[in-house]
């Protein structure tokens, strides 16, 4: 028996709940050399900027207990190159294709939308909310509601109605709840989480940070019960709401975790540094659980854990019924 | 490709660990200057990055065979360096542009810098079968710490050994042999695996000589896969422009004139997208 | 060579710089089968509240990649019986005691001080922040400068001058420096970070969450990049304000990376579940690391990695110095 | 204490591991009931808490040795299992409270459930050293489950053994075949080490023949040494007051009419400082 995977973000279906997370998967080329992008739900694309940006000085990165620190910066060609070059080559396969934009003001991130409203191939447009807002001292716009909703917006209002929007969420905030319905309230369609949280090493030989941006963002299975909880939290305050899932999924339980805290779909980050082919043995591995536990159907699956103490799943409430003579 | 390879055997070849591994995919489309990442640690370990070693060897037994050497530095090499035979490794590889070869015999100078000397061997082997001339110039901190000179002797027209301690060969660094050597070879290339510093210094000697220089890189690397944007170092292109590059799919291997090795570990400001470039607003 | 490991909160000297965290110590009795608590910096105590406290159900913990979820709830005995029984038995051994204490309204906090302040044996206050504030929807006082320092002008008005307060913060704030400039201007005396950022573990077999609570507490190593950046954070803000950095140490090069991040003094807890000899093992770690550097004393190592690229350490500074002729 | 101890042996019982460690400090404090908890994964480990396991067995040989008995349930030990002879292991014990012993001979009926049937033996033996009648009975889900029956055979008057696919001795659970083993033995005392459940079951049976249960309980545990209060369980103290207390140090052996195994997992409305009871105005 075959579990069906298929999922929906808004109204586009996918084929399967996991999707390469923003700026872990580049735009896809790299990745298609181990193996074919179709089997993807979807592939995220690193967060595109308007100008080309050369990043961070290196080190760039830094390895913790489970888990690595980054501080890339950003680094792309910008949206010229990208819609010239990257999102056609995706676009001509025909693969799913989620485009992440940064910007450091309302009007990059509107600018970026203009730019990709009517360029073919871009199933859904993430916002990447973590970027220090250039006009509020550098505050991180997913840090704050209102001006994370007023990005939202605008983008919302560019894109075409049917590509849906969707909002990527930082943990680093006091109430990620607020947030997330600030966001929705002002039209995203989805929402994406968890960002990474702002981490920091220092290197006990050299008596410095150990990288060169001093901090960066904490990525990898050290994560996970930050995104989970994240997870949970949006899901149970704002339940019609796609979400998806991201933060040191390795394996098929990670993910199975955020799909039982309400994630429909999932994104896999780090670990493609570790498994070039780490989407597919998490698809692979997540299907064998919900096989293993009688589902017929991953959305059967999507934020079950909320269910009250008591209450048998409603997968198996069926499975007895058809059983009862 | 991912494979994961069983461990034939474990030495220690001076200061350094050698490790052969059953991993026939990665040894057939090897060549020299290829690398592969190693995963660490084991099941549920803490570690969660790949470790990147050079191929030092490839052989044709039990369906191919792949040797790395590595000194131990931190805990995935003390890891590695605990493997014993009959240990599974997780390898991904072979990854990087390998060493461009000449097209027509021509005269080699070959420089290599503690355990960066074993990427040379192969490519030694790959250059002489074309019928050109092989020199070493092979260092280290102190003799123990100089990988290959046997094996070089044997090999090569000539082998200049140098430790900085002067326990072997010349008393100083291979650069400051370099010259001598360059000179006295009438070489065409050079070829070069070293710390980034003396990789530097390789290439001034080369491009003083006039002759090209190929440095194969070390920096620090997530993914190994072109996907992380971690291992990046300024790099002039064919339009002169200074670009960061992923030394993991862009090298390891560069023209050292190319690399703007006294700018690593900064972007300079003249690189394509840096700072003050028009992009200033994003982070 | 012996490096002096010395430390002071605020005013008060301590052995060297290493405590116990808040809740991992217990009241001391525990640990000290295994080894004499006089060899601690100082003993932190569980928070104590007003009432006994039976605490959360159980399941309590779950294990995370290189980390736990806790949601034991402050369950203690309430501080009657704290100051009848459990600090007499410390301060009658003349062990270096921070009190820690949790409440759930600004009055709570205050009448607790007030049972402390003329109590024999009080080192240092210590005010667990990461309590819901009852007053205010339940949201955590650790979340809202302005909650958080109301606590802590009230608590620091009724303490002894010569008992400082120290206000222990939580991770989980868009701006960790707001939140401990706010605190140190009602008056905080030092500062402890981080308390738990909130996690959640799914049970993959039960589809529910493994901790009865639903969310807890994450701890140990996930979480030391967190803990380092946020004692960075506030120490580059805040550079007179004493710090006990607190969050995943396991080993004294994981408090290197505190201290030089900015920390005079370190805390250990989950630590102590996996070696309750851990308090020991890493003041002695840390003291070989600090002498393999050539360092005198360890406050020539708190904030050290702040220094600006290119300037020598200034402990290496005195050493070239001296042996100038 | 804490000790850095060898595996001697590594075997398997049925169903089970067992692990026989040099850990002479720990064996020479040892008395029936206590357990120890185990560092698992090795160095670099993803899995920072300790096992929780029971000791099964202490031998004198190499100044002291411990043996555990355990299943296979998650990552921990799974890790275990693999250990092999000369591997080292890490421990800290002997750690809670071990069974209380009657001051004279006594009829004494044990019950062991799964694993939970290793602690009993050593129990046992000192039990019959100090003169009492010791009757076993003993389950599990099927024959390979049953841990000891022969050893109980050997050592005590009679031994009754319960599987629950009826694959050895009688069909069903050991609370069934409870009730006649103590009337029949005409017990004293009931010693049972099962999950929470059957102790529930066992302690009820003793009830009706109103004797005492001492039962060893088994709570997820963070550190086993009594400062994390994680795995604590309503019990009835001495002033009839219900507390939590910490299965680790108060226990894991407790009087069985004492815990409150109905309301395990939750917190009792009438336990001291339960909710509602003046201080839900902290969390
Ligand atoms: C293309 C390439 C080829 C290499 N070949 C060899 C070789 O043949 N023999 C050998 O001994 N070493 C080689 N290195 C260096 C080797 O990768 C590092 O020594 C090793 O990763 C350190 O791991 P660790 O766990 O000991 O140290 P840690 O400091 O614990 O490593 C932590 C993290 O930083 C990364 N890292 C740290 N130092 C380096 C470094 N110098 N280069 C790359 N990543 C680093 C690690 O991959 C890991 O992700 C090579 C590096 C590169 C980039
Ligand atoms: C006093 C005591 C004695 C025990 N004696 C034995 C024994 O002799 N043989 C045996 O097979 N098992 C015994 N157990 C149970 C054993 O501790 C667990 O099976 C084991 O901890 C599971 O670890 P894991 O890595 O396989 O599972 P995981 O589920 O990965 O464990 C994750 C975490 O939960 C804790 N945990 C999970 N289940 C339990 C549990 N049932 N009890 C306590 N902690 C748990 C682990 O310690 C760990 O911290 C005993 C438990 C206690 C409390
Ligand atoms: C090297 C690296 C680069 C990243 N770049 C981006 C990015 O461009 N845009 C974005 O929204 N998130 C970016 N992220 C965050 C990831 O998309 C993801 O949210 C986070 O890493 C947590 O997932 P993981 O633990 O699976 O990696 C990046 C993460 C890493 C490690
Ligand atoms: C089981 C447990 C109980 C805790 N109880 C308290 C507490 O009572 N008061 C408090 O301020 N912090 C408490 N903490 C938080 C710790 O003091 C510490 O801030 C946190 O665990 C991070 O440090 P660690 O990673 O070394 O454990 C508790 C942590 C754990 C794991
Ligand atoms: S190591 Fe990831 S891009 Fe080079
Ligand atoms: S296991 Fe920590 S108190 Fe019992």
Redesign the interface.
Known sequence: MSVDMRTFLAHVELANPITTAAGCASSGQELSQFFDLHRLGALTTRSITMAPRAGRPTPRMAETPSGMLNAVGLQGPGIEAFLERELPWLAQRGIKTIVSIGGGTVAEYSELARRLADAPGVTALEVNLSCPNMEDRGRVFAREGSAAAEVIASVRSIMRYDVPVVAKLAPDVADIVAVARACVDAGADALSMINNPLGMAIDTEALRPSLAAVTGGLSGPAILPLAVRCVWQVHAALPGVPLIGVGGVMSGQDAFQLVLAGACAVGVGTALFHDPYACLRIERELEDLLRARGFQRLADAVGLAHRPPGSAPRHLLVDTEESTP | ??VTGTVLTTRRVDAYHALTVVAPGIAERYRPGHFVSV?V??????????RALSIHDVKADYGGTVELVFTTRG?GTA?LAERRARDTLDL?GPLGRPFPLPRDPAHCVLVGSEYGSAVLFPLADALLARGCRVDFVLGGAGAERVFGAMRARRMATTTTLTTEDGSLGLRGKVTDALPSVIADTRADVVYACAPMETLRSVTAVAMEFDIPVQAAVE??M????????????PVIGDDGAT??VRAC?EGPVFRGERVRFED????PFD?????G???????
């Open positions: 490709m991912q995963a640690g084991g099941p549920h370990t803490s570690m969660v990055t790949r805990p890891w991904v920096e620090s997530a993914c190994g896969i072109g996907v992380c944007m971690t291992c990046v170092l670009r960061m799919v690593v570990g900064t972007i690189a394509l997208g840096a700072p470039g028009g992009a200033r607003h994003v982070s």
